[in-house]
């Protein structure tokens, strides 16, 4: 069986509705948003299979290759927001027509950026649901078949949020490292 890419998977979670877990705002709901995403994360970060994050001033773009590039801009499907030591990289999406936010940790190290992501089995949720009905309320939507579930987590404060980051919710981590400074 062959290897998928990671970034391609990571593509793959950012802008498709594959997500189990989302959120019902960009979080931290409390945290500050950010306005110029180069003084968070400046320039071009490659994979180790030669994908590429962009990141200038309001965008940042995913790339593998010439195949394909998604963009996030500042204001329309994208919020970042800070958080402990690093932000908090919220993109929109949409579940049964109502917005929803797909939320990763991005910490920048040194030249790697570390991304940190959800991605749990489906069959495996039943154990997340637990531990998310612990710490903050929640939603569950099953797709049209029944089959796959999502659960739009609501978390009040910053506080909730540490608790989910705590507990696991953010269960992958990428990296990446950077090629060049602030584009």
Same mark, same amino acid.
Not at 80 to 99: A, H, P, Q, T, W
Not at 105 to 130: A, G, H, Q, W
């Given at each position: ?8 998977? @990571? ?18 709901? =409390? ?5 110029? @995403? ?9 994979? /180790?299979? $030669? =994908? ?13 290759? $010439? ?11 994208? =919020?970042?927001?800070?958080? /402990? ?8 999406? /949409? ?17 790697? @950026? ?42 009040? $404060? ?5 608790? @989910? ?19």
């Amino acid at each position: 069986m062959k290897r998928i890419p990671q970034f391609i998977l @990571l593509f793959a979670l950012f802008f498709t509705s594959c997500n189990n877990i989302v959120f019902n705002k960009p979080q931290p709901v =409390d945290g500050k948003s950010i306005s110029n @995403l180069n003084n968070a994360f400046p320039g071009i970060f490659i994979s /180790s299979d $030669n =994908d590429t994050l962009t990141i200038t001033r309001n965008t940042i773009s995913l790339g593998s290759g $010439n195949k394909f590039t998604v963009t996030g801009t500042l204001g329309k499907n994208l =919020d970042v927001r800070e958080y /402990s030591s690093g932000f908090v990289v919220n993109f929109s999406d /949409s579940v049964k027509g109502r917005l929803v936010w797909i939320a990763y940790i991005f910490k920048l190290s040194n030249d790697s @950026l570390y991304i940190s992501f959800s991605d749990f089995d489906p069959n495996k949720l039943t154990e997340v649901e637990k531990e998310i009905g612990n710490i903050v309320p929640y939603e569950k939507i099953k797709d049209e078949n029944k089959e796959n579930s999502k659960f739009i987590l609501k978390p009040r $404060n910053s506080r909730e949020f540490d608790k @989910l980051v705590s507990a696991g919710i953010f269960n992958k981590t990428i990296s990446m490292k950077m090629e060049k400074p602030k584009p």
